[in-house]
């Protein structure tokens, strides 16, 4: 990409030569392992938390856990976010440069 992104899609391939005239490539698109490492602590540590939040909406009274269940609201948000450019940033575009590449 033309700008720094973290979650962007790394491409590994590995051209393999089959016969005379043919070649065959093997390709992975995914993203790193230190973001894949840096998102499984973070919705390991979001999943705890939320865990420790519902417990404590049943034993301090239901109007105190919905106070502290919209205080969790936005942390949920950013995981979404975090997911989705973890999961889809450019990967389609990087897919298609791919295969521009290879005909």
Same mark, same amino acid.
């Given at each position: 990409t033309y700008y720094v992104n973290s979650f962007a899609s790394d491409a590994v391939g590995i051209v393999e030569q089959v016969g005379k005239d043919k070649c065959r490539v093997h390709l992975a698109v995914g993203m790193s392992e230190f973001v894949l490492v840096m998102m499984a602590v973070w919705n390991m540590g979001l999943l705890f938390i939320?865990?420790?939040?519902?417990?404590?909406? +049943?034993?301090?009274?239901?109007?105190?856990?919905?106070?502290?269940?919209?205080? +969790?609201?936005?942390?949920?948000?950013?995981?979404?976010?975090f997911l989705r450019f973890a999961l889809y940033a450019n990967y389609k575009k990087l897919k298609k440069h791919m295969l521009e590449i290879l005909t």
């Open positions: 939320f865990m420790l939040v519902l417990s404590s909406c +049943f034993t301090n009274g239901i109007a105190v856990g919905i106070a502290k269940l919209l205080i +969790f609201i936005p942390f949920v948000l950013i995981d979404f976010l």
